[in-house]
């Protein structure tokens, strides 16, 4: 293809009038796919005669067609000459390009070596980056470092069988490198700069998983560290090329990049390698501790140094210093040398960055929506904030060090109150009062705890130093003052009115001028909520606090906004049922709202912050949905206000589905769960719901059948009319089944399998006579499942179990018919009887019964060979075991409703025992200055290396089914589940109290009663009847003085209602 001719295009891409640029992109995508067009192009790159902007197009141009190509399986594939004539000249080209052109074919490289290192295709690509890197040309030296990287980063993630092509650049590679980087870091261009920044990455790349031997050897330690630690202390000067006057745009500068990566590694090599080593690393760990941990804190100690004498440092410089510095806590060898500095550390670095500062006032006034999102609901940026790392330092020190540290510290920042409070109004400087409350709500859960020599104090400080501040003329300390009162929500209170006068405070500032604030007094708002008198005080106000709840929504998209929302509908739902139609309807319009900007933030760009908006956007609106949630259990006594809800939310629950929005479909799906439970109908509406939400099962959420089950349940069990006469709604949920069971699928986890077996009950019990045809399939779906070592565990073989038990039900004489034709009878009621003792709820122990009736009840003639005789009365026998346990089931579960009813949970006692034993305080622990320190997560990775030490390397583990031993085969005997990320645990079948059913309605006493007298009076099972009750003749008088209570309390009920009306 002619370059000149390709020149002519691209010039005319580059074009204002639309009717000579839309022809010439219109030809472009034409010739893109013709033999020769992206070597043709690159000569456009390589020509240094050729205007800029062409250049620039046509590089844009070649990246994305690249990238787009050089998958051999794409639509768009290149052709394997083309490919062999770029490979032999981008490097090349790279080389002479300008760095703004450089980088669109740098990114050509990752793409190419995806698919080319696979299939060993450029089997001379480090050679020749290598040779580059060697150069003295210093357009060679970046090509070559940026081509090296580029390899280095397409390994630099696998195991390390797949990392082993790095090897020669650490062997080979990283000498070279070292030599580069040594005369770059003597300069001070920014070419320099950026190069030594590419090679540290490289350098960090090869250690990001792994440190191997060579890198571990003090011939490679002691040159790398020491370049580290030089570029850490090269100063980087306002007159360095290139350098921005505006602070803000410094940090983009290649040298501060370049120190960014330095701290990167040395960080990484003291946390990963050094301070608490796999055992692999211990000896690097002993030199690593002993000769390079203390140059690196002194040198970072003088950076700090230098920070409060005025130098600049970046944010990333700062926050890694921080992080540094936290994990220095914990080692006695650098904690000796901290500990004497953690006065300036705390006063001179900490303070300041935990202090309002002119960029935060720059914000908030040109933007406090951005303000709220950076500095008050962004976790995504947590771990890149100097103001994080510096929270996190300062509550690690005096959490690890507390005997030493705490106390201290507190005077520290009672002292910068002081003098606050002592200062003159008009010389006071309301950011010190900032900064000093910042930190005491970072020491919050440590002056809260048990063993904190100042909790009694805490009242006092919160009144004098902290309510005020809700008044204050300064619209941050407002929203500190907020901020500080949310942190020491669990302070009790032994002056009421003081509560009360925090809780006016607060409630004013919700209704604050400043933007901010009223966010600070919405978030603080919450805890209030729990206190009587001031909940009870709140009521006649509630619609006007949700209104303002709502407007803030508005005005911002914050996922914990819409938290404290949720709470105030919880909590008020009395109080919002005359507008609570009118508050869905905001809800819904402010949840589509927010749905349609994250749409149009993602069609803008896949940037870092692109991406970080729309997962704001999408977290506000699942916040939004979840109050919907609320709002809908508030109002399940108004069956009126629920079907104007239902026709009021329907819009966004379909708008979720029918887009394939799945960052929503849980709270979607638990909202139509809600919707539909609370009605106990199944609305024209939410049919028109579940066409869609088939549809979205169809197109991408298969994977969510966890999320969805409770509500396809709903489905069956409040619209079984509608089930039972629509063969499609019935193939439907077949679908959702056998995709499920049937597939065999290890993507399935074994809770999402017993899912699936919740709803073959659920339509064998809500549609009797109208499933018939579905029996077969869901037995031979399930025999598989119940086949030697499958469904190990006892929850999930109980739920698999309970499908043909069901079936047994629904319909036993064919059940047994199609067992006997798969030879699986004998084998199943063997694995049932054995695994008995696990049916523990009231609903599986009930169903064993009736199933067990009804089989009982057959003709003993139509049973097969296998359960006449013997295992007739061991049938008969099953049912009596059944009922022995019976009782302990049914007061567990009125236990749990007692305790359901009342608001509490066993859980909650637990946690209120011991928070009362203070002898165990896991924040206030002794720990000597001469010891090293440790947390919960080094307790966590010790426990894991103590038991795989204590574990015997040729144990294997006992079987934990050997049920159906020499039995006959049930099942296709296929491979053993991969159960090791099965979550299910014994206590997943304790007994649920929200688990309804048919079988509700039946007493398991009175029904087996009438079995048994039905059997007695029947000529082929009195005898066996008789013989079975030999031996259980007071379990029987049990059953039927039960039955009689039964029906003497139904029939006490029955008076009552009669005499209501």
């Excluded at 639509?75 to 004539?85: F, H, I, N, R, Y």
């Excluded at 991406?611 to 939004?624: I, P």
């Excluded at 399940?636 to 379909?654: F, H, R």
Aim: hydrophobic residues 40%; charged residues 25%; negative net charge.
């Amino acid at each position: 293809m002619d370059a000149g001719t390709l020149y002519q295009l691209f010039s005319a891409t580059v074009v204002a009038d639309d009717a000579v640029r839309k022809p010439a992109e219109e030809q472009l995508k034409k010739v893109e796919i013709a033999p020769g067009f992206l070597p043709a192009v690159l000569q456009i790159l390589g020509s240094s005669e050729a205007n800029e902007s062409v250049r620039q197009a046509a590089a844009v141009f070649f990246k994305n067609r690249c990238q787009r190509g050089w998958d051999p399986s794409g639509k768009l594939a290149l052709g394997e000459e083309d490919k062999v004539s770029i490979r032999q000249n981008i490097l090349p080209a790279i080389v002479h390009l300008p760095h703004r052109l450089r980088v669109q074919l740098v990114a050509c490289l990752g793409s190419m070596l995806q698919h080319d290192n696979k299939a060993n295709r450029w089997p001379e690509y480090l050679t020749q980056a290598m040779t580059l890197v060697k150069s003295s040309d210093e357009g060679a030296v970046s090509a070559g470092v940026a081509a090296v990287f580029e390899f280095v980063k397409s390994y630099q993630w696998g195991d390390e069988e797949k990392r082993a092509p790095i090897q020669p650049i650490i062997q080979e590679g990283l000498p070279i490198l070292y030599t580069v980087a040594t005369h770059l870091i003597t300069l001070n261009t920014e070419a320099a700069g950026f190069n030594l920044k590419t090679i540290l990455r490289i350098y960090m790349s090869t250690i990001r998983l792994n440190l191997s031997p060579t890198q571990q050897s003090s011939a490679s330690l002691v040159p790398w560290g020491t370049l580290f630690v030089q570029l850490v202390q090269k100063p980087i000067t306002a007159d360095f090329p290139g350098m921005p006057e505006d602070e803000s745009e410094r940090e983009r500068h290649p040298w501060w990049k370049a120190k960014k990566w330095a701290y990167h590694i040395l960080n990484l090599l003291f946390e990963r390698y050094a301070r608490k080593p796999e055992k692999k690393y211990q000896q690097f760990s002993a030199v690593f501790m002993e000769h390079f941990a203390p140059n690196i804190l002194t040198a970072y100690l003088h950076q700090i140094e230098l920070l409060i004498g005025g130098v600049w440092l970046s944010p990333r410089v700062k926050q890694l210093i921080a992080n540094f510095l936290q994990s220095s806590i914990k080692p006695r060898s650098t904690w000796a040398i901290l500990k004497p500095h953690l006065e300036t550390i705390i006063m001179h670095f900490i303070f300041p960055l935990l202090s309002f500062s002119d960029e935060d006032q720059e914000l908030w006034e040109d933007d406090p929506v951005e303000y709220l999102q950076k500095k008050v609901d962004n976790p995504m940026d947590d771990f890149r904030s100097p103001v994080s790392a510096a929270e996190a330092l300062l509550f690690e020190v005096t959490k690890l060090r507390n005997q030493q540290t705490f106390v201290p510290t507190v005077t520290l920042i009672n002292g910068i109150i002081q003098r606050y409070n002592e200062s003159p109004v008009e010389t006071r400087n309301p950011r010190h009062k900032d900064g000093a409350l910042h930190m005491m709500a970072c020491l919050a859960p440590l002056a809260l705890s048990p063993k904190s020599p100042i909790k009694d104090h805490i009242e006092t400080f919160l009144v004098h130093n902290v309510i005020p501040e809700l008044k204050s003329p300064y619209g941050f300390l407002r929203a500190r003052a907020c901020n500080t009162l949310l942190t020491y929500e669990d302070v009790d209170f032994e002056n009421v009115e003081h509560q009360q006068l925090a809780f006016r405070g607060v409630l004013d500032c919700l209704r604050d001028s400043e933007l901010p604030v009223r966010v600070s007094g919405a978030l603080a708002l919450r805890p209030y909520l729990r206190v009587p008198t001031i909940h009870e005080a709140m009521k006649p106000h509630v619609q006007d606090i949700i209104q303002a709840m709502m407007s803030l929504n508005n005005e911002v998209d914050m996922e914990s906004l819409t938290e404290v929302l949720e709470s105030l509908v919880g909590d008020f739902s009395s109080e919002l049922t005359p507008f609570a139609v009118q508050l869905a309807s905001q809800l819904s319009e402010t949840f589509l709202r927010m749905l349609a900007e994250a749409r149009e933030v993602a069609d803008e760009g896949d940037s870092y912050d692109m991406a970080e908006a729309f997962d704001e956007k999408t977290a506000a609106a699942q916040g939004v949905m979840r109050t919907l949630c609320t709002l809908v259990l508030a109002m399940e006594a108004s069956q009126q206000i629920l079907s104007e809800l239902e026709v009021i939310i329907a819009p966004s629950l379909s708008f979720v589905l029918s887009n394939h929005l799945a960052d929503l479909y849980q709270e979607v799906f638990e909202v139509i769960e809600t919707l539909t439970y609370c009605a106990k109908k199944i609305s024209p509406t939410m049919w028109q719901i579940w066409t869609v939400l088939y549809g979205a099962y169809k197109a991408d959420a298969s994977d969510y059948l966890e999320e969805m089950a409770n509500t396809l349940e709903n489905y069956i069990a409040f619209g079984s009319e509608v089930f039972a006469t629509s063969q499609e709604l019935q193939a439907q949920i077949f679908e959702i089944i056998h995709n499920t069971l049937g597939a065999n699928d290890l993507n399935y986890s074994n809770t999402t399998r017993a899912r699936a077996c919740d709803l073959i009950e659920l339509l064998l019990l809500h549609l009797p006579g109208h499933v018939d045809a579905m029996v077969p399939q869901f037995i031979d779906l399930i025999l598989p499942y119940l086949a030697p070592n499958k469904a190990k565990k006892a929850p999930y073989r109980v739920r698999c179990l309970e499908v043909i038990i069901n079936a047994l039900y629904y319909n036993p004489g064919a059940t047994l018919e199609l067992l006997e034709q798969r030879n699986a009878t004998t084998a199943f009621f063997m694995k049932w009887f054995t695994d008995l003792p696990e049916f523990r709820r009231v609903h599986d122990k009930k169903l064993c019964v009736l199933a067990l009736s009804a089989v009982l009840e057959l003709p003993v003639q139509q049973l097969p060979a296998s359960l006449q005789g013997q295992a007739w009365t061991e049938m008969l026998n099953g049912v009596f075991k059944v009922f022995e346990t019976l009782p302990v089931a049914l007061k567990a579960r009125e236990d749990e409703k007692a305790l359901y009813e009342d608001g509490l949970d066993s859980e909650d006692e637990d946690d209120e025992l011991a928070s009362d034993d203070e002898d165990e305080d896991p924040l206030f622990r002794h720990t000597a200055d001469d010891a090293d320190a440790f947390d919960e997560d080094d307790e966590y990775l010790d426990l894991l290396d103590q038991k795989n030490a204590e574990k015997n390397p040729d144990y294997t583990p006992s079987a934990t089914d050997t049920h159906l031993a020499g039995q006959p085969y049930v099942g296709d005997g296929a491979d053993d589940d991969d159960e090791d990320e099965d979550e299910w645990d014994l206590d997943d079948l304790d007994e649920d109290i929200f688990l309804e059913t048919p079988l509700d309605k039946i007493d398991a006493y009175v029904a087996f009663e009438g079995t048994m007298q039905r059997l007695a009076n029947r000529a082929d099972t009195a005898a066996l009847l008789q013989q079975g009750v030999a031996g259980a003749q007071g379990l029987v008088q049990d059953i039927v003085t039960r039955a009689a209570d039964f029906r003497t309390k139904e029939a006490e009920k029955a008076a009552a209602e009669l005499q209501k009306q």
